[in-house]
């Protein structure tokens, strides 16, 4: 079964088939590098060192020939075709007047002199100081009484000796603070408590992956795979010799849509702790500039799968808006579950990336799942299923990790 067939009546009936475009995806800096038809796409563009310059890919335009509101805000139908609106030229800004001189400052008026200072009165004389009076006698002092067997006094050799021994030297200044810092070990110092953690490098772990939306069409809606990555992506897995990724050995392809879910994890032990799910991901998704993007989230669910929640995360990039026909193919179904769901897009710019997501408390229990969900739309007017064809590589997933903050 076909994703799609269009088929144009324009002045004769044409049994060929609009979806072969010529020369779409050949390098172009214009618009009138392309055929007609034909636009150049500069999303993602590539530098050439020959040429010294950045080459976008030539794609097919909509086209609005049968209908003229087919258009999206910001595009006019012109000779059949979408066109973006061209804006009016700014008129110039006028000069600014000058600025007037500055009026001189009046003269300071002299200083009156100074008065004569009076004369200093003399010095009183000084009184005689009057004569000490004679000391008192000091009383006898008592007997000392006798000292025990054990009580002799040390001599004053001793003293030293016992001194060094209980006191630190005159110029000891040691930080306090300094001495508490050494005394620790890293026995003190702890990581997070980690309840459980996959790094994929001995297989997938028992983690599973599958198609949503329960598209029935002879297409390959699911291509997570599990390994290193080849060809396109990232150059390694971020650690180790295994993750997953959607399509380790090529570009990921129009239409499709598939989950990547854990197994059941038990957590319940934990309620009442504060937990968080951890993992590194490297994504590469496609967007077009009037605003369509392909991308992926993260669900939690605490029944085993049989439901799942999104969950909250400032860290998200935007919101997938999944382009489902364009140019006369269609995908099929037409309805996305990831359609206008906040999730990653666009790209991580070539670099693995952390990221850490609280665990609602709802969530704590013996029936804990995550799941990784992906989908695209139609970013080139093909039905082609060969990756080559494409040009973003899609999202890859490791060492996944759930632990107690």
């Not at 072969?20 to 050439?48: A, F, K, L």
């Not at 200044?173 to 620790?184: A, G």
Request: proline share 4%; hydrophobic share 25%.
């Amino acid at each position: 079964m076909r994703l799609c067939i269009l088929a144009v009546t324009i002045v004769f009936v044409s049994t060929f088939l609009s979806s072969c475009i010529s020369d779409e995806g050949n390098p172009c800096r214009h618009d009138w590098d392309c055929p007609e038809g034909q636009y150049c796409d500069m999303t993602n563009p590539v530098y050439d060192d020959f040429e010294m310059a950045l080459f976008g890919e030539c794609m097919a335009k909509v086209s609005c020939l049968e209908d003229p509101f087919a258009c999206e805000q910001g595009y006019q139908c012109i000779n059949g075709y979408c066109e973006k609106k061209d804006t009016g030229d700014t008129g110039d800004t006028g000069d600014t007047g000058d600025t007037g001189d500055t009026g001189d400052t009046g003269d300071t008026g002299d200083t009156g002199d100074t008065g004569d200072t009076g004369d200093t009165g003399d010095t009183g004389d000084t009184g005689d100081t009057g004569d000490t009076g004679d000391t008192g006698d000091t009383g006898d002092t008592g007997d000392t009484g006798d000292t025990g067997d054990t009580g002799e006094y040390p001599d004053e050799e001793t003293l030293d000796e016992d001194a060094d021994e209980e006191y630190p030297d005159e110029d000891y200044d040691e930080d306090p603070e300094d001495s508490i810092d050494d005394d620790l070990t890293d026995e003190d110092v702890t990581d997070p408590e980690i309840i459980v953690k996959y790094t994929f490098d001995s297989g997938e772990e028992n983690w599973t992956h599958q198609k949503v939306d329960g598209g029935t069409a002879d297409w390959p809606y699911d291509m997570w795979m599990h390994g290193s990555p080849s060809n396109v992506g990232p150059i390694s897995c971020h650690s180790g010799s295994g993750c997953f990724g959607f399509n380790m050995t090529g570009n990921y392809l129009n239409c499709q849509r598939a989950e990547l879910v854990s197994p059941v994890i038990d957590i319940s032990e934990h309620s009442g702790n504060d937990l968080e799910l951890v993992f590194w991901h490297w994504h590469n998704f496609w967007a077009s500039p009037t605003s369509w993007y392909d991308g992926g989230f993260v669900e939690f669910s605490s029944n085993g799968g049989t439901s799942w929640s999104g969950v909250v995360y400032a860290g998200y990039t935007g919101t997938l808006k999944i382009r489902n026909s364009f140019s006369g193919y269609n995908c099929v179904p037409s309805t996305f579950y990831a359609h206008n769901k906040s999730g990653f897009v666009q790209t991580t710019g070539g670099n693995w990336q952390e990221i850490s997501i609280d665990i609602p408390a709802e969530m704590i229990t013996e029936n804990f799942r995550i799941r990784f969900v992906f989908s695209s739309g139609i970013q080139k007017a093909t039905q082609s299923k060969t990756p080559s064809n494409y040009s973003h590589a899609g999202w890859y997933i490791d060492e996944v990790i759930i632990a107690v903050k």
